[in-house]
Each structure stands twice: as C-alpha cells, then as structure tokens.
C-alpha cells in the first residue's frame, strides 16, 4: 500500500496517493513514512492544519523522524511561528547533522524573520554539506539582494559563477527551425509558477490580455502548484485570445524544454528568477532561440543562456555600474504594468483627520527592513511629533521575533507604545482595506517594495522612496515617477527623511493627494496595459530582428563562461517529449523553496526504531523571496 502511495506520488496523482498512504496507516500503524507523506500533499494543497496533523503523528510514532521535523518546521515557517518552526529545524539537525535541506530550511526561517546574515551563514552551511544544491544556492543569492548597495561586484560575480556551473548540469540546442523572418508573426511563451492569486500575478496580467495575439501568439507554461479562480481566469483570456496554456508543474525541466521547441516558441520569458518554483534548468536547455527574464526577480540571474533582461532607465539608469550576465532591455516607460485588484475596495479617508496624529507605515516582507532601514524610520518618527509606526509582515504573530522587532525600535529612540505589529492577512481584501490605517508608506531600501508600493498607491497611500545603485533599490523610484509622483523620490537618507516629514506637515494636502491618487495611477502608464504592450512588443520585434541577423547575446555569455563546444552537450531531436505524453516525472532538481519532503524509502514496521534513517528524499525547501 505504501509504495503505491509513492509511486502514485511520483505521477502526481495526488489524490489516489492519499487513498494508499492512508490505507498504509491503516494497516501499519507504526508506518510514519506514510504520516510524513501525507502531510507533505496536504501542505502542498494548502491544507496546513491537517500537514501539521500528519507531522505530528508520524513524530508520536518516530521522534526522531528528521524529515518530520524538518517538514514541519516548514509549515511553522510559512505559518510566521518562528520559534517553533526554529525548534524543529534545528532537531531535524540534531537528529541528521548531515540533512543539508534542513540548514536550507533554517536559511529561510532567518530570512523570513529578518536576520539575513544568518540566512546566509546557514545557506552556506548546507553547500558545505552538498554542494550542488539548488534551493540552498539560489535562496543564497536571493537573501544577499537584501543587503547588496552596490558599492561593488561580489554579487554579480556569485550570481555568474553559480549560472556558469549550473548550465553544465543541462544540455543546451544548438540550432532551432524557427523561420529567420524578422517581419513574420511571433510565437512568445511566457514560464512562471505564479499564476494565482500572488503577488508577481499582478504584473503577469496585461501581457496575457493586450497582446496582439495575430502577430504575437502567447503560450503559458504554468508551474502552478495550487491553481485558485485567478488561474483560471488567466487561462480562459489566453485561450478565448487563441493562445495555448499547458501545465508542467511536476514535469522535469529538460521535458519542459522539449515542449518549448514542440511550441515552436521564437521568445521564451521566464518570471520567476531565482524565487519559488522556478524553470530555471529549462531556460538552461536553451530551448527557444530568443530567451528572456522579467518582472519577478530584481537582479540577473547569472545564466548564460539568457539573451535578455528586461528593465527600464529608471530601475536601471543607462549609466548604470551594475552587471548583468544578460543584455538589458529597456522599456519606454515602467518595466513594470500593475493591474489591479478587483478586491481592493474603496479609499478610506486618511486617518490623521480623525486620529490627530499622522500614522506612517510598511507592508513590505521583514527581510527588507534592516537595520539601516529601521534607523532611517525612527528619524522620522521622532521629527514628527506624536506619530505612529504600523507594520505588517507574516512573522509577526510570533512573539519573539514582535520583541524583537520593538527592542530594536527602542533602542533608536522609538517608543514601543507607537508601534503597531500586524500578523499576515489571509483575504486580500481585508489586506488592501488595512492600508486605510496608514497615512503614508515608507519604501524599503536597498531591496525596494514592488506589489506593496503599488497597493499603496492605489489605495490612496503616497509612498516615499529612495533611489539608489542597483535595480532592487530603484524599484520604488521606477513605480512613483511612472506616475508622476517625482517630488516623493528621495536620493539619500536625509532627502527620505525631509520628504516624509514634510509630506506629514499638512494633512489637508495630504488627503487631497490620498483622494486623487487612484485615478492618477490609474491614468498614468503603470496601468495602461495597451500602451505597454505595445512597448513590450516593439522591444521584442528588436530582439528578434537581432536573432534573424545572428546577433544573439547568450552566445557571447556562453563563450565567457569557457564552456568549450565539444564538451557541450547537445541535445538529440529524438528525445523531444510530445505534449501529451501523460507520464509525468518529478524534476531530479526540487524547485527551490517548495515543500516537497516526501520520505521515498520504506515504510516501517511494528519492529523499526525510532533512530533516524537516512532514506531518500526529494528536497524539503519553501522559498517565498517575490516581489512584495
């Protein structure tokens, strides 16, 4: 019964393998293999309580079962309860000092708490361990961005060297049968796992609804691993607009790339760069002859098989000192397209008119507000007399890491008694109507906000900003001056803080600009999805035009990284993978940051001790490093 628990788990039939694993308990009540595997499909549903349930008895039966307890300090995590998911992360090494995925674990457990220099110190941990670890790898690079000035390379430099070595581990094409038209219609395939209701959908939308589908035909590859009513509101617009939707979560990658070159697609976008679930190995392939990233990940992404990284003069000034292993493209206006959402509800007054004093805030992730951050915050709050300081983030509904967040707070000359700590908000409207409890947003720095600046905007909020050297500080300053809030961009600490207390001096201006702000995003470009488009595509009808004329940048990329062409793999036309091959396969790399910590050994017995075994494990990790 177990292992066809197992093996229905490997073709993702998901439902079928809770049957098995259920009837493995039933008849082997000493199997926790099967407890953790359950538990495992319930947290990938979303079903946290009952993964918890599963975790827990499969420890009542195994103690020191380190995948348990790894795995349900996973959920703790994604729950914000950071001291008990602390608690069992760190067993899981007591009981495994050699389990690599647990120090990944443990990475994403300090990154979400906001200590990143032990996320880091533990991310490293596990490369000690195993060296090639994608979670740990790509959480690593990620986690620096939130504290990389650009005063620098160190960062560009790790984020090549992990590309040139993660290439090696994929085959690449070598020659495509797309049409070398320059004028001809296009085929453009868009890869992401965030399609639904998550942050980086709200900058996923408009492509999918404006193109011109006669001469840029969109094809989805969806790696969705919970699809909600925003999925399929996606994939009907795109198929009604004579487009093409597959789902390739659970598909191994290099399959994945087979299905591109099946597509014919002429530009592949990946969204997702090196956060939650993505199809990086696939972009490795080089399936496409064009390749391109965009939107969900503020830096390059070191692959040299990437031509292009789409940007635009604000986030990325052509003066810019910070490299990129792709070719920056930029777009005339915002990099950036935010469509709404439908569940915002209306503007509610700015509070300071009935609460009397002037109430500043963040709901960005606490990984962006670091110390420096926090210094620059109880500035302002001690020039504006009487203010308050609300900020909401996940792992707030610990207690620990509340004091902690306070004390750091007090030490800087900032009463705890200001201060207001909200815990994650589950229904996005009631997120988007929180907002009515602040007067002004305060961005972060050096990793700007992105869905949270423009949930502020167009909620009525002002956001202050500051500009800085790399991408993901110019972020913010892209966002406000797309909209034509030029006077709320600051270009040093001081001028942040001078434009906060100066926009908290007049309420009365301070909520004619809350009553008008909607309509001025929702008129300026950052929502004119048609007019974007229309600038995505007129850069993509470039690329092409350079690919039908042999100036292709990845090749070049491809030459630095010293990768000799006789050792490059090149891959067979007769192993191309049908689309409707119904096997599908688990990648032989886990996608960082998704808990997937199913135990594939066997099952035990009545007469099993409860020592820990080491079996084999597909990687445990949740990455939630997106735009916030």
């Known amino acids: 019964m177990y292992n066809l628990g197992v093996a229905y788990g490997e073709m993702l039939m998901f439902d079928m393998a809770i049957v098995f694993y259920e009837l493995a308990f039933h008849f082997n009540p000493h199997c926790a293999e099967a407890c953790n595997n359950l538990g495992v499909i319930y947290k990938d549903r979303d079903n946290l309580d009952k993964a918890v349930e599963c975790y827990q008895m499969a420890l009542s039966i195994k103690p020191n079962f380190s995948q348990s307890l790894n795995n349900l300090g996973v959920v703790y995590t994604v729950q914000g309860k950071m001291d008990a998911a602390a608690s069992m992360i760190e067993k899981a090494i007591v009981a495994n000092p050699t389990y690599a995925e647990a120090y990944n674990n443990l990475g994403v457990l ?187 990940y503020p830096n390059t992404t070191g692959l040299p098989t990437i031509d292009y990284r789409i940007s635009d003069a604000l986030a990325d000034p052509v003066d810019t000192v910070q490299k990129h292993v792709e070719e920056l493209v930029r777009l005339p206006n915002s990099f950036l397209c935010y469509t709404p959402s439908p569940e915002a509800g209306p503007v509610a007054p700015t509070p300071a008119l009935s609460n009397g004093f002037v109430t500043f805030g963040s709901f960005n992730n606490l990984a962006k507000i670091t110390p420096k951050v926090l210094q620059v915050w109880a500035r302002i709050l001690s020039a504006v007399p009487n203010s308050r300081l609300i900020v909401k983030c996940k792992p707030f509904c610990c207690d620990s890491v509340r004091q902690q967040f306070l004390t750091t707070l007090e030490k800087l000359g900032l009463e705890s008694l200001r201060v207001d700590l909200l815990p994650l908000i589950l229904l996005n409207h009631d997120h988007m109507q929180a907002y009515s409890l602040m007067d002004i947003s305060l961005d972060t720095f050096p990793y700007a906000g992105t869905t949270t600046t423009c949930e502020s905007l167009y909620m009525g909020v002002p956001c202050v900003t500051m500009g800085g050297s790399v991408h993901a500080h110019n972020v913010g300053v892209s966002l406000l001056k797309t909209v034509g809030l030029n006077n709320l961009v600051a270009t040093n600490e001081d001028e942040y803080v001078d434009l906060a207390v100066k926009l908290a001096s007049d309420v009365t201006a301070l909520s004619n600009l809350r009553m008008r702000l909607r309509n001025l995003m929702s008129k300026s470009p950052l929502c004119d999805g048609s007019k974007f488009i229309r600038g995505l595509e007129s850069a993509y009808r470039k690329m092409w035009r350079r690919y039908c004329k042999d100036d292709v940048p990845s090749l070049k990329q491809m030459e630095l990284a010293q990768v000799p062409p006789q050792q490059q793999q090149v891959v067979p036309e007769e192993i191309a993978v049908r689309i409707t091959e119904p096997k599908k396969v688990i990648s032989t790399f886990a996608a960082p940051i998704k808990a997937n910590g199913f135990y594939l050994g066997q099952c035990s017995s009545a007469k099993t001790s409860n020592a820990e075994e080491n079996g084999a494990l597909l990687n445990q990790s949740r990455n939630s490093g997106k735009l916030s």
């Open 110 to 296: 300090y990154r979400d708490a906001g200590s990143i220099s032990l996320a880091v110190e533990a991310y490293e941990q596990c490369l000690k361990i195993d060296p090639d670890s994608r979670n740990a790898g790509q959480n690593r690079l990620l986690a620096m961005n939130y504290i990389n000035d650009g005063s620098d390379d160190k960062l560009y430099e790790v984020h090549r060297d992990w590309g040139r070595r993660f290439m090696r581990l994929f085959p690449q094409y070598t020659s495509w049968e797309n049409i070398k038209d320059p004028e001809r219609p296009l085929v453009i395939g868009y890869v992401s796992p965030d399609y639904f209701t998550h942050s980086v959908s709200y900058f996923i939308e408009a492509p999918l609804i404006y193109h011109d589908y006669a001469n840029y035909k969109v094809v989805v590859y969806s790696a969705v691993v919970k699809a909600d009513a925003k999925t399929s509101r996606f994939r009907d617009r795109v198929l009604k607009h004579g487009g093409a939707w597959r789902d390739i979560y659970g598909i191994d990658e290099k399959k994945v790339a087979s299905m591109v070159r099946d597509d014919k697609i002429d530009i592949l976008v990946e969204l997702t760069g090196h956060t939650a679930n993505n199809k990086l190995g696939m972009m490795a392939c080089r399936p496409a002859p064009v390749q391109v990233t965009w939107i969900g």
